[in-house]
Structure formats: structure tokens, C-alpha cells
């Protein structure tokens, strides 16, 4: 059995974590498939998949359809982008195409949008492409149309919530099936402690180039990529409106690792703003980092603030998982990850009184941080172990490679 997963980006964004959490976890069940593996573009992915025993291809995507993206760009921008990018695309597709052939897999398995239309345009006769939909479809103007025209040539859908799932079937209709499965989370990594390493927290201070606060400082981070919607705005306004006298010390962990046109904010922006608002004395910018487990436990309270329904939220799964306080923007399948009050808090996506109010209960209550984060971590226990993903995973390319 070959399994083909194709992949658009090579940075290691939620969507792609999850995908190398999906290889190991296939390759410890299955140690006789074959895993392959085509990136449209070199960097880290490829290392951890070599590292996972997987066979790497890195085709790399011509810029301008790396560059093509509707999610920071309006209908008619997106639908001007992608004629430019169609001479070159056609092109990719084509050799993409002949390495399908060569490859003959079993299934395709695709873990982004432009890989889902590509997918189903280069795979050999009568060979099953599973779409991996990590973001919601119905928002975005060109993917929308091209998914709907598209889905009748797909064999199955997984959607990283219900809420996505539901998403897909409103744009797809129920064929192809859509079944919910949830990202896993490396939960010795993101663990409260980990003993394997020598210091099992980041020192986000030095990495911002700050002197370490005093030690009743209370730390607030938030971790995301330097998307729009990360809500990276709501959570320098929430600060804001922090009562003076209470002591914390924010954290902006992250970077803008997507080459989407328009997709990112800078960290420049985020400075800037923070000093508009006042709180640049008191928040750090950090950058991206490439694990972020460290960075999670040297935290006390890990703020999630998107701003539109957040698909699934990576960040919430690892900040309960490592016993931390977490404050979730509940909306989408962010919601359905936590009980609100028992193992994390809440507010409304954009509702910066909410997240501050939120900030501040916890900042003044370590007992409620605490009992947050041991209920955190048994809910991560409980849901997001990473051996669910190969058992459920495993029957699905059975099924639809054997109909
Ligand atoms: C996408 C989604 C995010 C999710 C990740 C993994 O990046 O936007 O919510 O956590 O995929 O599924």
C-alpha cells in the first residue's frame, strides 16, 4: 500500500504539524506501507517527514502559485491572481501529473487547498484523493467555487472539527463523505514538565532581548502565525485595558510563515501598535519559533484571540495539554474543544473587554490558573492523543482504496 500526501507548504504551520503528527502515526501502525510525500516547497516539513521514514519529493510551486491565496484577498483580486498564475500552474500540473504516474499510489492524501484542486487534476485513473480540509471553505470567494466544482472527483473528505465538517457539506453537498478527526498533540512534548530536556522552559525574555521580570510577574502569551485573523490586534487592545497596577508580561510568539499574498501582518505592524496603545514596555516579541512546547510551559496563561471562527486551534490542544491556563476565542471548532470555566476560559472572537476581563481574573486567581491547566491536561489526555489518528485514519484509506 502507497500512500501519496501532498502538501503546498513546507513551513510548519498547524495544517502541517498535523500532517507529520498523521505520518508517524501511520508509519508506527502500518511499518510495511509506503509513505510519500510531495511539498511544494523545501524547508522544514521535509526534514521532519524524511526523519519519520517517509520518501520526500519537493516540487517546488512556482511563485506565482505560491503567491495565490484568497484567504487576505478579495474575490476579484483573487480571481485576477489566479489568472496570472494559470500558464504556470497548468505547467505544474502537468509534471505533477507524470510523478503521480510514476508513484501509482494507493491514495492521495491532500493537506491544503490548492493541493485539493491539484490533487483530483493529476491522480491516475481511478486512484482515491482523501481532501484534509484544515480551514473553512464557504469564506473563501475562489476556493468555495473550486471545491464545489471539484468535490464529485474526490473520495472523501476529513474536516479538523465538526464545525469545518459541516462547512464542507454546506459547499460540497454529502458526496463526497465528510467525516470529523480531530489533530492530535505530541503530548510528551507538550507536556507540564519534560524531563528529557535540560530546560524544559523557553527563555522567552532573552529571546525578546528583555531583562527577566520580577518573579511575581504573571506571563500572557499569545502564539500564532502572523495571520490577520489571529487576533494578534484584539489581544494588544485587550492589554490595553488592563488595570496599571496588575503584573504581567505579554508575549508575541510567532511568525508570518505562509508566502500567501496579503495573508500576514509583520512583526513591525505589532510593534507599532503596541506602542500606539501603550503596553510596548510590557509585551515581547519573540518570533517564530519552531517548538513552541517550551514557550508554552514558561507561560502561565496562554491566550487564543482569532477573530473569525477558528477552524480547530492547534494552540488550545497544546496550551491544555502542557497544564497551562488557557483563554479560547470560542467560536467555530475552537468551541468544541473546551468546557468553559472547567478546563479553559472563554470569550467572543474579537471581544477585546471580554479577553481583558478574562486576562485579569486569572492573572489575580493562581488558584483558578491551576485548576484550569490540571483540567486541561486530562482533556488533552482524553482527546487528543496521537494514537487515535492512525485508527481512524487507516480504515478510511482502506475503504476508499478498496470500494
Ligand atoms: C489550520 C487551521 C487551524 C488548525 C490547523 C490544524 O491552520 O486554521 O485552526 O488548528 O489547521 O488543523
Excluded at 507540564?192 to 500572557?220: F, K
Excluded at 497544546?318 to 473546551?338: N, T, Y
Amino acid at each position: 500500500m502507497r500512500v501519496v500526501y501532498l502538501s503546498p507548504c513546507g513551513q510548519m504551520g498547524g495544517a502541517e504539524i498535523c500532517l507529520v503528527d498523521m505520518l508517524l502515526s501511520v508509519r508506527a501502525a502500518q511499518p510495511g506501507w509506503q509513505l510519500c510525500l510531495v511539498v511544494g516547497e523545501d524547508g522544514p516539513l521535509a526534514g521532519h517527514a524524511r526523519a519519520a521514514g517517509v520518501h520526500v519529493i519537493v516540487a517546488p510551486f512556482p511563485r506565482r502559485l505560491a503567491r495565490l491565496g484568497d484567504s487576505g484577498n478579495g474575490p476579484l483580486q483573487a480571481v485576477w491572481s489566479s489568472m496570472k498564475a494559470a500558464a504556470a500552474t497548468l505547467r505544474y500540473a502537468w509534471n505533477l501529473r507524470r510523478t503521480m504516474a510514476e508513484l501509482q499510489p494507493a491514495v492521495i492524501h491532500t493537506n491544503g487547498f490548492k493541493m485539493h484542486v491539484l490533487g483530483v487534476w493529476v491522480r491516475p485513473k481511478n486512484i482515491p484523493v482523501i481532501w484534509h480540509v484544515h480551514d473553512y471553505v464557504s469564506t473563501r470567494p475562489l476556493m468555495k467555487t473550486l471545491l464545489r466544482l471539484h468535490a464529485h472527483r474526490c473520495a472523501g473528505v476529513i474536516a479538523n472539527s465538526n464545525s469545518v465538517a459541516r462547512d464542507v457539506r454546506q459547499v460540497c453537498g454529502s458526496q463526497p463523505d465528510t467525516v470529523c478527526i480531530y489533530n492530535a498533540v505530541d503530548l510528551q512534548r507538550y507536556s507540564p514538565l519534560d524531563n528529557t530536556l535540560p530546560s524544559s522552559e523557553t527563555d522567552l525574555d532573552s529571546l525578546a532581548g528583555l531583562d527577566r521580570p520580577d518573579e511575581n510577574t504573571v506571563r500572557i502569551g499569545l502564539v500564532a502565525t502572523l495571520a490577520h485573523w489571529k487576533g494578534h490586534a484584539v489581544f494588544l487592545r485587550a492589554l490595553a485595558r488592563l488595570p496599571q497596577d496588575v503584573p504581567y508580561r505579554a508575549y508575541v510568539i510567532g511568525g508570518a510563515i505562509y508566502q500567501t499574498e496579503n495573508s500576514q501582518r509583520t512583526v513591525e505592524d505589532l510593534r507599532a501598535m503596541a506602542v500606539a496603545l501603550g503596553v510596548s514596555g510590557r509585551t515581547a516579541f519573540t518570533g517564530y519559533l519552531p517548538d513552541t512546547s517550551g514557550a508554552m510551559r514558561a507561560l502561565d496563561i496562554v491566550v487564543h484571540a482569532s477573530t473569525q471562527p477558528e477552524p480547530f486551534g492547534r494552540v488550545i490542544a497544546e496550551g491544555m495539554a502542557c497544564g497551562r491556563a488557557v483563554i479560547c476565542s470560542a467560536a467555530g471548532g475552537a468551541a468544541e474543544l473546551i468546557t468553559e470555566g472547567e478546563d479553559a476560559l472563554a470569550h467572543s472572537p474579537g471581544d477585546e473587554e471580554g479577553l481583558a476581563a478574562r486576562i485579569a481574573e486569572l492573572i489575580r486567581d493562581p488558584e483558578l490558573r491551576g485548576r484550569l491547566g490540571r483540567a486541561g491536561r486530562t482533556t488533552a489526555e482524553r482527546r487528543f492523543d496521537p494514537s487515535r489518528l492512525s485508527s481512524e485514519l487507516i480504515p478510511m484509506y482502506l475503504r476508499v482504496s478498496r470500494p
